[in-house]
């Protein structure tokens, strides 16, 4: 693989910021970053830099770096790191492919079903369809390109607390894999250097069933804390609420294995870990809270789309996708 010298972070949120800042940090006198960023976050990168709090840290850090809402005027990079949501990634299809060089891999750090699931997928028997739910138009197959993606699923709560500034509960891990499952020289060259960036990187060779072991969670808890306004340690204490995650994670549980995709974790384990999860809002949550679009086309209705493809019932699902969305549209005032 070429150097990797210069990066760009499309996306510089809560946990692109916290990329960002790490590799600054880390590697920033043999690295050149950059930043996609927009408004008053934006504003206060330019004026301030980033600035990451880690909870039992002593001080903060804080990193000057290249900061733009326009990725035209960056020259090629050699890596780009996705920051994005899944419902905002689309848009971002021309920009990122603008930054593409030949040899440029993209990681895409993503919760939920991603648009470039089936690319060299040899398990489920759907190799290479595609997903217009989530690449309307075959926007970014067609202009970043499936082969270009390396799969990254995150365990990293961070919130941006204030524009320019990002806080972490904890210090989290970041899972990375090649669609084809492969420990290919790209996936262990990024890996290397997001280690040697003080980031938490594990290589896998079955990115697929990381991203449903942690769609279990992010499925059942994210909807259910936007609907109920209830943080992560409610749900798991109140019975009913507990009830309804364990149902749906066990209907996670079972469309990933109808694609060949059984997730390394039991719905029995993902369930105890997520008894360990403290008074958190999760990230849907504080969307809701700020009456942003919700990210609930990856988290539940690619679940129940897939569901479909593979005649698996996901009846709790149904009923959530229905809540969740109406909820999202009443919440942002945005007609059916």
Not at 4 to 26: H, M
Not at 116 to 139: N, Q, T, V
Not at 247 to 260: D, I, K, T
Request: charged residues 20%; proline residues 6%.
């Amino acid at each position: 693989m070429t150097a990797l010298k210069n990066i760009c972070i499309y996306g510089a949120g809560a946990l692109g910021g916290t990329l960002a800042t790490r590799l600054v940090e880390g590697l920033g006198d043999t690295i050149t970053v950059s930043v996609i960023a927009r408004g008053e976050h934006l504003q206060k990168i330019r004026e301030n830099g980033l600035e990451l709090r880690v909870a039992g840290e002593d001080k903060p850090a804080v990193v000057s770096v290249h900061a733009t809402d326009d990725p035209t005027t960056l020259p090629k990079q050699d890596l780009v790191i996705t920051g994005l949501k899944g419902h905002q990634v689309p848009a971002a299809a021309e920009g990122i492919s603008h930054l593409a060089a030949d040899h440029t891999r993209v990681v895409m750090v993503l919760n939920g079903v991603p648009w470039w699931y089936f690319h060299r997928d040899e398990k489920s028997g759907h190799g290479e369809h595609r997903l217009p739910e989530l690449d309307p138009g075959d926007r970014l197959w067609n202009t970043v390109g499936p082969e270009r993606v390396i799969g990254c699923v995150a365990y990293q709560g961070a919130e941006v607390i204030q524009p320019g500034v990002i806080q972490l509960p904890a210090r989290g891990r970041f899972i990375l894999g090649e669609p084809s499952g492969e420990i290919s020289a790209d996936l262990t060259a990024i890996s290397d250097l997001l280690t040697k960036a003080n980031v938490t990187i594990i290589q896998t060779d079955d990115i697929r069933g990381e991203i449903w072991s942690k769609l279990m969670g992010n499925a059942s808890f994210n909807p259910i804390s936007a609907l109920t306004r209830a943080l992560s340690d409610r749900i798991v204490t109140d019975p009913a609420l507990l009830s309804l995650m364990s149902r749906v994670m066990h209907e996670v549980y079972a469309v990933a294995s109808a694609l060949g995709s059984r997730p390394p974790q039991t719905v029995e384990e993902r369930l105890k870990e997520a008894m360990t999860i403290g008074p958190h809002p999760t990230s849907m949550l504080q969307d809701f809270l700020a009456k942003k679009p919700l990210e609930y086309v990856p988290l539940v209705e690619m679940v129940v789309r897939l569901g479909q493809m593979t005649e698996t019932p996901v009846p709790a699902l149904d009923t959530i996708l229905a809540l969740i969305g109406e909820a999202d549209r009443q919440n942002r005032n945005v007609g059916s």
